[in-house]
């Protein structure tokens, strides 16, 4: 028979694996933002994990290789949103295509808020 002390640490062990696969499937999910600057403005994309390894990398220089090589791409643009609960997050707002420019920059945007996927 099992010892208290080890049905815990079996129990305990069970739980940090479940913790570990949940944010493995998280990381799949996850959406990247950034922000891509103009002359005229600024606006903020998010791609998910899959999109950014399509275009060949993880950070805003691929994102930016990419669009300078297509000429456009189509992207997701996210802005700050209410929640049902009240909550601000940052969701998408609209599909967009983007042109490139050679005025263009894309780099990381980071925010306080909880990310909403796109579909």
Known sequence: MFARRDLVKCGSLAVVILA??????????????????????????????????????????????????????????????RAQNGELQQAPTAKIGLIANSSLRVEPYTTPYAVVPHQ
């Open 20 to 81: 570990i696969a949940q944010a493995a499937g998280a990381q799949e999910d996850k959406t990247s933002l950034f922000k891509v600057i103009t002359v005229k403005d600024e606006i903020v994309i998010g791609l998910t994990t899959d999109e950014l390894k399509a275009l060949g990398g993880t950070d805003a220089s691929a994102v930016a290789h990419a669009l300078a090589q297509k000429g456009d791409m189509p992207v997701w643009q996210y802005n700050v949103h």
